[in-house]
T-cell receptor
Framework: GDSVTQMEGPVTLSEEAFLTINCTYT??????LFWYVQYPGEGLQLLLK?????DKGSNKGFEATYRKETTSFHLEKGSVQVSDSAVYFC????????????FGAGTRLFVKA | EAGVAQSPRYKIIEKRQSVAFWCNPI?????LYWYQQILGQGPKLLIQ????????DSQLPKDRFSAERLKGVDSTLKIQPAKLEDSAVYLC??????????????FGEGSRLTVL
């Protein structure tokens, strides 16, 4: 079945450091890919998405490119801030099997000043 | 625009007791989801409704969990009887797309269940 694997955390960075959180997926068809973020005490919210191969999703300085050849959707940010501290979830959604969204285990990011 | 509303936010019960969670999705959203998020894990889909019909409940433990979505709007998730391993955050989400490709999910703040 479909699945999402993302790098284990926690990831601890200093402010202004470069961030990469790896995500790979397994899918039978052509899924859409997402990054959701969960800030402390809040619900999950969409950070960015890409719906087809080679698309780049971007938001709030974060970027991720849909790489079909490597089945990856790595999240990057050039300069993290303390306010980026959160849990990040990679997810896929596919049109077959009921259009459900499957999430990775999440990666906790701590950014220190 | 009002977001996805869930209640209660927190619930503590003894094992073998029952509990119910309520969700009101964003107005006009045809699809409603219940996810279970155990501490340290990603959300796991329990059940997905499209309007008031079930699309997917393959991972719902039907011997103890039940869910309904009357009139295609509000939904209730019930656990009876609860087990210790049901301790988790129960997330409700909704999406606009009624069919075809799934788009963005909008989540509520979740209902945190502790089973003692």
């Amino acid at each position: 079945g479909d699945s999402v694997t993302q790098m284990e955390g926690p990831v601890t960075l200093s402010e202004e450091a470069f961030l990469t959180i790896n995500c790979t997926y397994t899918a039978t068809g052509y899924p859409s890919l997402f990054w959701y973020v969960q800030y402390p005490g809040e619900g999950l919210q969409l950070l960015l998405k890409a719906t087809k191969a080679d698309d780049k999703g971007s938001n709030k300085g974060f970027e991720a490119t849909y790489r079909k050849e490597t089945t990856s959707f790595h999240l990057e940010k050039g300069s993290v801030q303390v306010s980026d501290s959160a849990v990040y979830f990679c997810a896929l959604s596919e049109g077959t099997g009921g259009f459900k969204t499957i999430f990775g285990a999440g990666t906790r990011l701590f950014v220190k000043a | 625009e009002a977001g996805v509303a869930q209640s209660p936010r927190y619930k503590i019960i003894e094992k073998r007791q029952s509990v119910a969670f309520w969700c009101n999705p964003i107005s006009g959203h045809a699809t409603l989801y219940w996810y279970q998020q155990i501490l340290g894990q990603g959300p796991k889909l329990l059940i997905q409704f499209q309007n008031n019909g079930v699309v997917d409940d393959s991972q719902l433990p039907k011997d103890r969990f039940s869910a309904e979505r009357l009139k295609g709007v509000d939904s209730t998730l019930k656990i009876q009887p609860a087990k210790l391993e049901d301790s988790a955050v129960y997330l409700c989400a909704s999406s606009l797309v009624a069919g075809g490709h799934t788009g963005e999910l909008f989540f509520g703040e979740g209902s945190r269940l502790t089973v003692l």
